[in-house]
Nanobody, 114 residues
């Protein structure tokens, strides 16, 4: 079992920045990749960014150049730094971990609005 706890969501103005964090606990040694996904109202959950245990990263085209995913192995934490935020980035952001099956956090709401 893997437990994921997200933090860092909130309200930010367009053009602003926000950092989300995801702390993993439990059977963390089984995790092969972690990522951030988002789900806007009425839409499906989609990948935003992911990072593998080897450090490789992958980003959705819509966030390339604006978002950066990173990890702190000592703290079993993955972060995503989100810059130049746009209203269309508004969504519930979920942390996901691939550990023989996919585990999800409960999500954190990011609202980009003036």
């Amino acid at each position: 079992q893997v437990q994921l706890v997200e933090s860092g969501g909130g309200l930010v103005q367009p053009g602003g920045s926000l950092t989300l964090s995801c702390a993993a606990s439990g059977n963390i040694f089984s995790i092969t990749a972690m990522g951030w996904y988002r789900q806007a109202p009425g839409k499906q959950r989609v990948l935003v960014a992911e990072i593998t245990s080897g450090g490789s990263t992958n980003y959705a085209d819509s966030v390339k150049g604006r978002f950066t995913i990173s990890r702190d192995n000592a703290k079993n934490t993955v972060h995503i730094q989100m810059n130049s935020l746009k209203p269309e980035d508004t969504a519930v952001y979920y942390c996901g971990a691939d550990a023989r099956r996919v585990y999800w956090g409960k999500g954190t709401l990011v609202t980009v609005s003036s």
